[in-house]
């Protein structure tokens, strides 16, 4: 009994591998020749990603500012079923532990965002942003979205895990 690829697993794997792109282009050991995927539109695309704190689910507090001299990852997803991104980031943080990787969940129930936390052993900081505020003050609208920041804090690609073709020419 072989395994038998769904329909899913391109997505799966191509959501992967933009942010794993994302993430190792800004790494210091990236070749100089490794580019990023195009990358969305931003407001802050280019400059210093405004810092943001809060609370996470596990009632511990994160601020982005000591993310510093490190590749920061930030992923910002709902609790929805068939939401992959947090989980696509789970599988490059166990693997890339230089990263700073934090969730940003905008999902609006506390209870639903630490089950689907633990349900899939994350094991990065995970904010609860229900008012969206974080979100506001990156200028992120909607969940999927992943955000790569270099180590001085310069915000360098947004990505949508939802529609990946929306990065690709």
């Known amino acids: 009994s072989g395994h038998y690829p769904s329909v899913q697993e391109p997505l ?18 990236a070749c100089a020749s490794a580019k990023l995927p195009p990358s969305r539109s931003s407001r802050h695309l280019g400059s210093a990603l405004p810092a943001f704190t809060g609370t996470t689910v596990n009632g511990l507090e994160f601020d ?5 001299g490190l590749v920061l990852l930030v992923e910002f997803f709902d609790c ?13 943080y166990a693997n890339n ?22 349900g899939r052993s994350i094991r990065f ?10 979100a506001a003050l990156v ?13 001085r ?16 020419q």
């Open 125 to 134: 900081p995970v904010l609860f942003d229900p008012e969206r505020s974080v």
């Open 64 to 68: 982005s500012n000591s993310s510093r």
């Open 80 to 92: 929805n079923a068939e939401s992959r991104s947090l989980t696509d980031a789970a599988e490059l």
């Open 139 to 151: 200028g992120v609208t909607e969940p999927g979205t992943s955000l790569a920041v270099d180590r």
């Open 12 to 29: 799966c794997l191509h959501r992967r591998s933009l942010l794993l792109a994302g993430a190792v282009a800004l790494s210091p050991l």
């Open 153 to 168: 804090g310069i915000l360098r690609w947004v990505g949508d895990s939802r529609k990946p073709g929306r990065v690709q």
């Open 97 to 118: 532990r230089e990263l700073v990787i934090v969730g940003v969940s905008l999902d609006d129930s506390i209870e639903r965002t630490r089950a689907f936390v633990g």
